[in-house]
């Protein structure tokens, strides 16, 4: 059974730094694209952003500059380093990656069970 599990959410001050872990476990075959969302309250989810297998990286404007996707292959890990937080980064933030279950054979997405972070004075 294949699991994402993230790690790293709290709390932080304005200004300061965050970085979110999710590492995929299980009967995984192979990964493809990687992805963080997240989710504030009252509002819908949003993509802040994606990584290809290849190390390709693509960000929601609002956070470009700031944070930093990156990924280890051999680890099947991604990661989000959040710098200059702001109160408007509060949210539940989720990891989602397409990958093979190699006791399913075929690629879909799976998801995190989320990590909260908040940022505030």
């Known amino acids: 059974q294949v699991q994402l599990v993230e790690s790293g959410g709290g709390l932080a001050q304005p200004g300061g730094s965050l970085r979110l872990s999710c590492a995929a476990s299980?009967?995984?075959?192979?990964?493809?694209?990687m992805r963080w969302y997240r989710q504030a309250p009252g509002k819908q989810r949003e993509l802040v952003g994606a990584i290809t297998s290849g190390g390709t990286t693509r960000y929601v404007d609002s956070v470009k500059g700031r944070f930093t996707i990156s990924r280890d292959n051999a680890k099947n890990t991604v990661y989000l380093q959040m710098n200059s937080l702001k109160p408007e980064d509060t949210a539940v933030y989720f990891c989602?990656?397409?990958?093979?279950?190699?006791?399913?054979?075929?690629?879909?997405?799976?998801w995190g069970q989320g990590t909260q972070v908040t940022v505030s004075s």
């Open positions: 989602n990656a397409d990958l093979v279950d190699s006791n399913i054979g075929t690629m879909r997405g799976y």
């Open positions: 299980g009967s995984i075959f192979s990964v493809s694209g």
